[in-house]
Structure formats: structure tokens, C-alpha cells
T-cell receptor
Framework: GENVEQHPSTLSVQEGDSAVIKCTYS??????FPWYKQELGKRPQLIID?????GEKKDQRIAVTLNKTAKHFSLHITETQPEDSAVYFC???????????FGPGTSLSVIP | EAQVTQNPRYLITVTGKKLTVTCSQN?????MSWYRQDPGLGLRQIYY???????DKGDVPEGYKVSRKEKRNFPLILESPSPNQTSLYFC??????????????FGPGTRLTVT
């Protein structure tokens, strides 16, 4: 079946450094790739998303890149801050009639 | 305030005792979904609904039932809960655009323990 792999499972960086999380999907029909951030004890919330007709999208310190040929997409966080510490989930989906498949998550710790 | 609500937030029950977790959204979203979250496994979709009276299985539907009789509500039913259904459950909703998927808005979660 369809799946989304996500690496690394844990990531620890110094404040101010960059963090990169990578995901690979299996379903070639996927065309929507959101990233969600989940702080401890809270619900997941969207931080950025990208569609298959776009190769890169940026929002302040956060960027996402997509390589449809290789079926992988990545989240880049620059100038990390302690409040970036959370679990990050990538996901892949197709149309509104399809399942949404999430990756297993990456626990990011930003050390002050 | 636009939101997704779930009830109850916490539930401890015994094996075999039927339970329902309610989910409601006030954003007029067509798409609603249920997920379970377990350590190391991320969010796994249980069931989803593209619109009223239209539902489909996600990746882990066994042991669960859903119904979508109204656009705003999407209850999750466990007819005979078992300990392996102990988990954190999230309801979510989003717009539905036919060929396009959209951001999902999550409820606060329901922590279920089955003993």
C-alpha cells in the first residue's frame, strides 16, 4: 500500500543552526504535500504545504522543496529557535476523495 | 471562532463496552477524518468522509465505525473496544476541492484507554 517514510526520527540542533527533515512517498498520484507541527500535548497544525506543480515554497524561516521524479520532499528550517522544538509530520495525498498518508514524525529539539 | 471539537477529551473504559467519540466542526468543511496517533507510528487515518453520507476506509479501519449524517458531525464508534485501541484520537476537517486536497484542521484530541 501507499506509505510515507520520514527521516530522521529525532533531530537535535543548536539554536541558530538549520534543520532539514526528509520524506519519501510511494504513491505517484500524490499531489499535495503538507507539513504539520505538533507541540507537546497539542494538536497538529499546518506550517507549510506544497503542491506538485511547484518545486519550492518558502515562508520566512521555513521552506519546502519537492522532487516529483524522485518522490521526495523536504522541510528546511533556518535560524532555528527553541520554540521550533516539536514533532514535525510530513503527509501526502491526492484528490479530496483519497486517503491522507502521514510520515511517522521527526522530533526536533533546538538547544539554546 | 472556527474550530473542530471532540468529546470526550479523556476516556477510560473496559473491553467490550461500546463507546462513541463525537466530532463537530463549524467551518462548513466537506472533508472530515479520524486519525489515531501512537508513538513511533505517526498519525494513521482510520476513516474519512468526503461529504454527507460518503465515507471510506483509511489505513486502519478495523474495529471502528463512522457515520456522516450531517455535514458538521462525524462520530467515531467503537462497537467492542479492545486494549489495542488504546490511543490518542484526532478528528480533522478540511475543504474539499474535487481534484485538490487542502489543509486539515485538527480537533484537540481524545485520549482513550481500554482496560
Amino acid at each position: 500500500g501507499e506509505n510515507v517514510e520520514q527521516h530522521p526520527s529525532t533531530l537535535s540542533v543548536q539554536e541558530g543552526d538549520s534543520a532539514v527533515i526528509k520524506c519519501t512517498y510511494s504513491d505517484s498520484a500524490s499531489n499535495y504535500f503538507p507539513w504539520y507541527k505538533q507541540e507537546l500535548g497539542k494538536r497538529p497544525q499546518l506550517i507549510i504545504d506544497i503542491r506538485s506543480n511547484v518545486g519550492e515554497k518558502k515562508d520566512q524561516r521555513i521552506a519546502v522543496t519537492l522532487n516529483k521524479t524522485a518522490k521526495h520532499f523536504s522541510l528546511h528550517i533556518t535560524e532555528t529557535q527553541p520554540e521550533d522544538s516539536a514533532v514535525y509530520f510530513c503527509a501526502a495525498s491526492g484528490t479530496s476523495y483519497d486517503k491522507v498518508i502521514f510520515g511517522p514524525g521527526t522530533s526536533l529539539s533546538v538547544i539554546p | 471562532e472556527a474550530q473542530v471539537t471532540q468529546n470526550p477529551r479523556y476516556l477510560i473504559t473496559v473491553t467490550g463496552k461500546k463507546l462513541t467519540v463525537t466530532c463537530s466542526q463549524n467551518m462548513n468543511h466537506e472533508y472530515m477524518s479520524w486519525y489515531r496517533q501512537d508513538p513511533g507510528l505517526g498519525l494513521r487515518q482510520i476513516y474519512y468522509s468526503m461529504n454527507v453520507e460518503v465515507t471510506d476506509k483509511g489505513d486502519v479501519p478495523e474495529g471502528y465505525k463512522v457515520s456522516r449524517k450531517e455535514k458538521r458531525n462525524f462520530p467515531l464508534i467503537l462497537e467492542s473496544p479492545s486494549p489495542n485501541q488504546t490511543s490518542l484520537y484526532f478528528c480533522a476537517s478540511s475543504l474539499s476541492g474535487g481534484e485538490r486536497s487542502y489543509e486539515q484542521y485538527f480537533g484537540p484530541g481524545t485520549r482513550l484507554t481500554v482496560t
